[in-house]
């Protein structure tokens, strides 16, 4: 169970991703969206990177970025608040896993908290496997250290996932 509350501002940090409707003006638009979520702080975003779609279904290439938050909610909060972001800019919970998608926004890690529920899984099981969730996560958090995994920046990058370069 999340320890937020109105009196302590804890870390998150969330990993975005496009590839669909012009995927960098997307980001660019979650990032906004983000610092509007109430009692929610955005302190930091990654630059942006174009990667090679995850998973084996042909298509467009992704955009990726990852934002510091601080925030007031819990992670159930936090989530929810996610989620919806992502059905305003589209997103169908139904989507095909690892496809297309308009917006995915991710809770990569919260606090120094470890959640284990059917649709709230806290750090992220793909941020090792992942280069891009790893290398926009060094660039907002060098320092972070994710529960399980060690410090991030100490997480050596994957050089057999797909392609990944910096664009922004």
Same mark, same amino acid.
């Given at each position: 169970?999340?320890?937020?509350?109105?009196?302590?501002?804890?870390?998150?940090?969330?990993?975005?991703?496009?590839?669909?409707?012009? #995927?960098?003006?997307?980001?660019?638009?979650?990032?906004?969206?983000?610092?509007?979520?109430?009692?929610?702080?955005?302190?930091?975003?990654?630059?942006?990177?174009?990667?090679?779609? =995850?998973?084996?279904?042909? $298509?467009?290439? =992704?955009?990726?970025?990852?934002?510091?938050? !601080?925030?007031?909610?819990?992670?159930?909060?936090?989530?929810?608040?996610? $989620?919806?972001?992502?059905? /305003?800019?589209?997103?169908?919970?139904?989507?095909?896993?690892?496809?297309?998608?308009?917006?995915?926004?991710?809770?990569?890690?919260?606090?120094?908290? /470890?959640?284990?529920?059917?649709? !709230?899984?806290? #750090?992220?099981?793909?941020?090792?496997?992942?280069? =891009?969730?790893?290398?926009?996560?060094?660039?907002?958090?060098?320092?972070?250290?994710?529960?399980?995994?060690?410090?991030?920046?100490?997480?050596?990058?994957?050089?057999?996932?797909?392609?990944?370069?910096?664009? !922004?």
């Amino acid at each position: 169970m999340s320890n937020a509350s109105d009196d302590h501002w804890l870390p998150a940090y969330v990993g975005l991703g496009s590839n669909l409707q012009g #995927p960098a003006g997307q980001l660019a638009s979650a990032f906004d969206l983000l610092g509007a979520i109430p009692k929610t702080r955005l302190i930091a975003r990654s630059s942006l990177y174009r990667s090679a779609p =995850f998973g084996g279904i042909e $298509q467009p290439d =992704f955009v990726n970025a990852a934002a510091s938050l !601080l925030t007031r909610l819990t992670a159930r909060q936090l989530l929810d608040e996610l $989620q919806e972001i992502e059905a /305003r800019r589209g997103r169908e919970r139904g989507d095909v896993h690892w496809g297309p998608r308009v917006l995915d926004l991710d809770l990569l890690a919260y606090a120094n908290e /470890r959640i284990d529920e059917p649709d !709230l899984i806290v #750090p992220h099981p793909g941020i090792a496997e992942r280069n =891009f969730v790893l290398l926009p996560l060094i660039d907002v958090a060098p320092g972070l250290v994710i529960v399980g995994l060690g410090r991030i920046a100490t997480i050596p990058i994957n050089h057999l996932e797909p392609k990944i370069t910096r664009i !922004l």
